[in-house]
């Protein structure tokens, strides 16, 4: 018992220094040589048939050449060097040193790292194995399966297999390149994060972000910071965007717009669809059609509208609770559509607002019918004509009390500077008009039935009525005219649904319920790189070939992470506010 007694305490003096040391590197050499008055304390090691190899705690080195330092555990590899740990990476180099107690590497010269889906080509290159990172500022190269991946300063963290590239990075494909002022790849999947103001640029598009995810093998993405994609002729913004080259299809969620730079307009809502190949884009939740009309704005607004069609043939088409406004008139339908090269404009009813008619006002002259088209010349802008197909109804409101009415089968339209100037009623018509004199005094009411009518405007007035081919027609008192007559069959006044303002266009409806948007934070504050150390401890022998000042983190060359005392999300707000003074030249002003 007291033999086993002393072997135990014997064994724990001696466990601690056991568990302490540290590993020495083993070598084998066909030749070994010393020279103490050039490398004291060294062994010169080379090539003879085999190179020159060293092992220590899971990696190897070849090389031709090496100035082995055996008591400091540390050598210096020149020529056809190899190192290999594991069987996932390899690196070559013309140059190689290597501290066995610190277990930090660093190469140079024509130095490729390979990994299973990327090769890295740099200068130089310092590679820590306590940390497991790799790390060069003096300019790289990562070949991937599907991309070239280039930078001033980088750093790899194997762990992970992920790349982390700041300063001057480009991404170079075939379909594109992208610019960015930091990027973090993975290479297992092509997955890049895009940091700080960012371009994926191709033939047919160029997508900018501050913040943004690409996938660069399945060619897609996501971009959640003033992010905007620019077409031929088409500029998309919002909150999120979603592009996806290979279907040349892109989305976009929350405080959308999209910028027509050919035909001057631009639409907004809190979802968008844009087909890039078929020309086409569809928008809701709010969506806002908004068009330089003759130096006037115009504005439709719908639940969906739909743009498609080149740029010199641009169709809008706008479905349920249509409104539409501009300077001099407002109207309001089930569906509508615009034929921005033909100048033609369609409201539709197809009856899902019950048996409310299309309805358009200009002044005080409210018109309905089954069908409105409103005729612009395409070379001036200007409305040219106005058509209302059956049940054609013209009522203005008297200017003390009443309404003028005029009805048919068929209402066409004249305008004069965008102003309605005449209006012309066929089949069937019927007119309840308050006659007054010059003075403006009511002298009574004319009811009258005739085949067709024509009216005169002036100031959106009625100024003069011409009756044609006149069946009955009566000017009676206004005392003496029944009230309950003084409406013809089919009147109905809707102005209370008039559209006054832009605010007007959204009146009724309720605040649409936005999409919650995952967005893309920066990376958690990385340790620095040179900073995993003991104190005291060079992660280089002093007999190293650096000068120890160039083992310094360098502020410039720091990555961008999420600092803890400061939120992600102030920025983002910060840059939202400024959102609207982003516009360039290219974008339409439409107030």
Same mark, same amino acid.
């Given at each position: 018992? !007291?033999q /086993?007694?002393?072997?135990?305490?014997?064994?724990?003096?001696?466990?601690?220094? +056991?568990?302490?040391?540290?590993?020495k590197?083993?070598?084998? @050499?066909?030749?070994?040589?010393?020279?103490?008055?050039?490398?004291?304390?060294?062994?010169?090691?080379s090539?003879?048939?085999?190179?020159?190899?060293?092992?220590?705690?899971?990696?190897?080195?070849w090389?031709?050449?090496?100035?082995?330092?055996?008591?400091?555990?540390?050598? !210096?590899?020149?020529?056809?060097i190899r190192?290999?740990?594991?069987?996932?990476?390899?690196?070559?180099?013309?140059?190689?040193?290597?501290?066995?107690?610190?277990?930090?590497?660093f +190469?140079?010269?024509?130095?490729?790292?390979?990994?299973p889906e990327?090769?890295?080509?740099?200068?130089?290159?310092?590679?820590?194995?306590?940390?497991?990172? +790799?790390?060069y500022?003096?300019?790289?190269?990562?070949?991937?399966?599907?991309?070239?991946?280039?930078?001033?300063?980088?750093?790899?963290?194997?762990?992970?297999?992920?790349?982390s590239?700041i300063t001057?990075?480009?991404?170079? #494909?075939?379909?594109?390149? /992208?610019?960015?002022?930091?990027i973090?790849?993975?290479?297992?999947?092509?997955?890049a994060?895009?940091y700080?103001? @960012?371009?994926?640029?191709?033939?047919?598009?160029?997508?900018?972000?501050?913040?943004?995810?690409?996938?660069?093998? *399945?060619?897609?993405?996501?971009?959640?910071?003033?992010?905007?994609?620019?077409?031929d002729?088409?500029?998309?913004?919002?909150?999120?965007?979603?592009?996806?080259?290979?279907?040349?299809?892109?989305?976009?969620?929350?405080?959308?717009?999209?910028?027509?730079?050919?035909?001057?307009?631009?639409?907004?809502?809190?979802? +968008?669809?844009?087909?890039?190949?078929?020309?086409?884009?569809f928008?809701t939740?709010?969506?806002?059609?908004?068009?330089?009309?003759?130096?006037?704005?115009?504005?439709?607004?719908?639940?969906?509208?739909m743009?498609t069609?080149?740029?010199?043939?641009?169709?809008?088409?706008?479905?349920?609770?249509?409104?539409?406004?501009?300077?001099?008139?407002?109207?309001?339908?089930?569906?509508?559509?615009t &034929?921005q090269?033909?100048?033609?404009t369609?409201?539709?009813?197809?009856?899902?607002m019950?048996?409310?008619?299309?309805?358009?006002?200009?002044?005080?002259?409210?018109?309905?019918?089954?069908?409105?088209?409103?005729?612009?010349?395409? %070379?001036?802008?200007?409305?040219?004509?106005?058509?209302?197909?059956?049940?054609?109804?013209?009522?203005?409101k008297?200017?003390? $009390?009443?309404? &003028?009415?005029?009805?048919?089968?068929?209402?066409?339209?004249?305008?004069?500077?965008?102003?309605?100037?005449?209006?012309?009623?066929?089949?069937?018509?019927?007119t309840?008009?308050?006659?007054?004199?010059?003075?403006?005094?009511?002298?009574?009411? #004319?009811?009258?039935?005739?085949s067709?009518?024509?009216?005169?405007?002036?100031?959106?007035?009625i100024?003069?009525?011409?009756?044609?081919?006149?069946?009955?027609?009566?000017?009676?008192?206004?005392?003496?005219?029944p009230?309950?007559?003084?409406? =013809?069959k089919?009147?109905?006044?809707?102005?209370? *649904?008039?559209?006054m303002?832009? $605010?007007?266009?959204?009146?009724?409806?309720? *605040?649409?319920? =936005?999409? $919650?948007?995952?967005?893309?934070?920066?990376p958690?504050?990385?340790? *620095?790189?040179?900073?995993?150390?003991?104190k005291?401890?060079?992660?280089? &022998? %002093?007999?190293?070939?650096?000068?120890?000042k160039?083992?310094? &983190?360098? %502020?410039?060359?720091?990555?961008?992470? !999420?600092?803890?005392?400061?939120?992600?999300?102030?920025e983002?707000?910060?840059?939202?506010?400024? $959102?609207?003074?982003?516009?360039t030249?290219?974008?339409?002003?439409?107030?």
């Amino acid at each position: 018992m !007291k033999q /086993i007694f002393l072997f135990l305490i014997f064994s724990l003096c001696f466990l601690p220094s +056991a568990l302490g040391q540290t590993q020495k590197i083993n070598y084998e @050499s066909d030749r070994t040589l010393r020279n103490e008055e050039r490398y004291p304390g060294a062994f010169i090691l080379s090539k003879v048939d085999n190179q020159v190899y060293f092992d220590h705690n899971g990696i190897e080195v070849w090389c031709d050449n090496a100035i082995f330092y055996k008591e400091a555990n540390f050598f !210096k590899a020149y020529g056809n060097i190899r190192m290999q740990q594991g069987d996932s990476v390899s690196m070559t180099s013309n140059y190689a040193e290597y501290n066995g107690d610190t277990e930090f590497a660093f +190469a140079s010269g024509n130095v490729k790292m390979r990994r299973p889906e990327t090769t890295l080509e740099t200068d130089s290159l310092f590679f820590n194995r306590i940390t497991q990172q +790799a790390y060069y500022r003096s300019g790289g190269k990562v070949t991937d399966t599907a991309s070239v991946l280039t930078s001033r300063v980088g750093r790899y963290f194997l762990n992970e297999d992920k790349y982390s590239f700041i300063t001057d990075v480009v991404v170079k #494909n075939p379909d594109y390149t /992208i610019h960015s002022e930091q990027i973090d790849f993975y290479s297992e999947n092509g997955n890049a994060y895009l940091y700080g103001p @960012s371009t994926i640029e191709s033939e047919t598009s160029t997508v900018y972000c501050e913040r943004g995810f690409y996938d660069t093998r *399945e060619d897609h993405g996501y971009f959640v910071k003033n992010s905007r994609i620019d077409y031929d002729n088409r500029i998309l913004k919002g909150d999120s965007l979603y592009f996806n080259r290979k279907r040349s299809f892109a989305s976009a969620t929350n405080n959308i717009r999209v910028i027509d730079t050919i035909n001057k307009s631009k639409i907004t809502g809190h979802y +968008a669809e844009v087909y890039r190949d078929k020309d086409s884009v569809f928008i809701t939740k709010r969506a806002v059609a908004a068009m330089l009309q003759d130096k006037d704005s115009v504005f439709i607004h719908s639940d969906t509208l739909m743009v498609t069609g080149k740029p010199e043939q641009r169709v809008i088409r706008g479905f349920y609770d249509v409104r539409i406004l501009k300077n001099d008139m407002s109207g309001r339908s089930d569906s509508i559509y615009t &034929n921005q090269s033909s100048g033609i404009t369609k409201l539709i009813n197809l009856r899902r607002m019950g048996d409310k008619d299309p309805v358009l006002w200009s002044g005080e002259n409210q018109m309905t019918g089954d069908t409105i088209q409103l005729i612009s010349n395409p %070379k001036t802008e200007k409305l040219d004509t106005l058509l209302v197909f059956n049940n054609a109804f013209l009522i203005q409101k008297d200017t003390i $009390k009443g309404y &003028n009415q005029i009805k048919g089968k068929y209402l066409v339209g004249l305008f004069d500077d965008n102003e309605l100037s005449q209006v012309d009623i066929d089949k069937n018509t019927e007119t309840l008009y308050y006659m007054r004199n010059e003075k403006d005094t009511l002298i009574g009411i #004319n009811k009258t039935l005739s085949s067709s009518i024509k009216i005169l405007f002036e100031d959106r007035k009625i100024t003069d009525i011409y009756y044609y081919n006149q069946v009955d027609g009566k000017l009676t008192p206004e005392p003496d005219f029944p009230p309950n007559a003084r409406q =013809l069959k089919g009147f109905n006044w809707r102005g209370d *649904e008039r559209i006054m303002s832009k $605010k007007g266009l959204f009146e009724g409806q309720p *605040e649409p319920k =936005l999409t $919650k948007i995952q967005g893309i934070p920066l990376p958690d504050e990385p340790e *620095e790189f040179f900073d995993q150390r003991e104190k005291n401890k060079p992660l280089l &022998n %002093k007999n190293s070939r650096l000068d120890p000042k160039i083992l310094q &983190n360098r %502020k410039e060359d720091t990555l961008k992470f !999420k600092h803890p005392n400061l939120p992600d999300i102030k920025e983002d707000l910060k840059n939202e506010k400024k $959102k609207d003074s982003l516009e360039t030249k290219e974008e339409v002003k439409i107030e």
